[in-house]
C-alpha cells in the first residue's frame, strides 16, 4: 500500500524557517517524480515545488511564490522528501502536501495527508 | 504561463443530477488535464487524468471530456458522498490547479 506521511509543520515567526519531511513507503519512491502542493486555509490548492528522479538528474521546479525561499531535495535511500522553507511569511500559512507524480508528472496519483504550517507572530 | 479558469467556482445540486464542471486553458494543453476531488480536511483524490481517463476505483458516474483549451468534468447521477469541492490540474507545463468548484447540496 502506497503510504505519504507528511511531518515536520508547525506555528512559526515570519522571517523564520521550517523543515517539511514526507516519508514515503509502498512504492520504489527512487522512480518517481515527488512534489509539494499547498493549501491556504479556505483557499485552493497550489503547487509549488517538484523533484524528478535520479534518471532525470534530481532537477528540480519552484513556483514564482517560493522560488529562492524554499528548497526541495529528497534521500532516495531514506525514501523521504523534504521541503526547506526560509525567509517565511505570513501568506505562507498553510496545508502543505507531499504528492506522487505518476511517470513524468502527468498527474498526483497519491498525495499524503497533508500538515500544517501556521506562519503568526 | 498557461492560466486555468475553472467555472463555476460553486453550484447547488440534488441527489441524482447531472453536473457539470468546466475547465478552460488559456492556451492548447493537448490532453493534459486532470481531475481531483477533494472533501473538507481530506487530501485531493485523482478521479480522471489525461482528460479522459478514469482513475482505477473510481465510480464510473465521473467522465471527463476534451482537449486543447477547453475541458469538461461530468458527474452522471450525483450520489450524496459527491459533495465536495472538485479541481482540474494541468500538466501540460509547470502543473497548475484551477480555482475549484464547489458541488453543494441543494
Known amino acids: 500500500e502506497v503510504q505519504l506521511v507528511e511531518s515536520g509543520g508547525g506555528l512559526v515567526q515570519p522571517g523564520g524557517s521550517l523543515r517539511l519531511s514526507c516519508a514515503a513507503s509502498?512504492?520504489?519512491?527512487?522512480?518517481?517524480?515527488m512534489d509539494w502542493v499547498r493549501q491556504a486555509p479556505g483557499k485552493g490548492l497550489e503547487w509549488i515545488a517538484r523533484?524528478?528522479?535520479?534518471?532525470?538528474?534530481?532537477?528540480?521546479d519552484y513556483a514564482a511564490s517560493v522560488k529562492g525561499r524554499f528548497t526541495i531535495s529528497r534521500d532516495d535511500s531514506e525514501k523521504s522528501l523534504y521541503l526547506q522553507m526560509n525567509s517565511l511569511k505570513t501568506e505562507d500559512t498553510a496545508v502543505y502536501y507531499c504528492a506522487r507524480a505518476y511517470s513524468r508528472g502527468d498527474y498526483f496519483d497519491y498525495w499524503g495527508q497533508g500538515t500544517l504550517v501556521t506562519v503568526s507572530s | 504561463d498557461i492560466q486555468m479558469t475553472q467555472s463555476p467556482s460553486s453550484l447547488s445540486a440534488s441527489v441524482g443530477d447531472r453536473v457539470t464542471i468546466t475547465c478552460r486553458a488559456s492556451?492548447?494543453?493537448?490532453?493534459?488535464l486532470n481531475w481531483y476531488q477533494q472533501k473538507p480536511g481530506k487530501a485531493p483524490k485523482l478521479l480522471i487524468y489525461?482528460?479522459?481517463s478514469l482513475q482505477s476505483g473510481v465510480s464510473s458516474r465521473f467522465s471527463g471530456s476534451g482537449s486543447g483549451t477547453d475541458f469538461t468534468l461530468t458527474i452522471s447521477s450525483l450520489q450524496p458522498e459527491d459533495f465536495a469541492t472538485y479541481y482540474c490540474?494541468?500538466?501540460?507545463?509547470?502543473?497548475?490547479f484551477g480555482g475549484g468548484t464547489k458541488v453543494k447540496i441543494k
Open positions: 492556451q492548447s494543453i493537448s490532453s493534459a
Open positions: 490540474q494541468q500538466s501540460y507545463s509547470t502543473p497548475l
Open positions: 509502498g512504492f520504489t519512491f527512487s522512480d518517481h517524480y
Open positions: 489525461a482528460a479522459s
Open positions: 523533484i524528478r528522479n535520479k534518471a532525470n538528474s534530481y532537477t528540480t
